[in-house]
């Protein structure tokens, strides 16, 4: 699948990296940081769209993600159902990597001899 931004995947890119960041921030037990680039954004230039388009690629299969009544909203897909909101999409988007950050699972240990649990 094609975005009709071509500049998504680099956004892509650049959200998939500030998530690290932020789970490494969540781990060592600090709040995650809006990365620099998104710190001083004025929202008044948002398009909607393609803001919408930009957060369901990188989070859409694990949030719901929508907009409305002037709030940006995301909801995790899982049994959970926890939802967030933010009056920016950079504000959600913090908000959405510090749950993803708090809900990573690390993969199962493998049990002696080799067998997994």
């Known amino acids: 699948m094609k975005p009709a931004d071509p500049d998504a995947w680099a956004r892509l890119g650049t959200q998939l990296h500030d998530a690290a960041r932020a789970a490494r921030q969540v781990a060592d037990g600090r ?5 620099d680039d998104q710190r001083h954004r004025d929202v008044s230039g948002v398009d909607q769209e ?6 369901r690629l990188a989070w859409g299969d694990a949030y719901d993600i929508g907009f409305g009544r002037g709030e940006w909203t995301a909801t995790s897909r899982d049994a959970g159902k926890r939802a967030f909101t933010g009056d920016t999409p950079d504000a959600l988007t913090v908000k959405i990597r510090a749950d993803w950050a708090r809900q990573a699972i690390p ?10 649990p």
Do not use: K
Not at 31 to 35: F, L, N
């Open 107 to 116: 993969p199962p240990r493998p049990a002696p001899h080799g067998r997994m």
């Open 31 to 35: 709040e995650p940081a809006p990365p």
């Open 50 to 55: 393609r803001a919408l388009d930009a957060l």
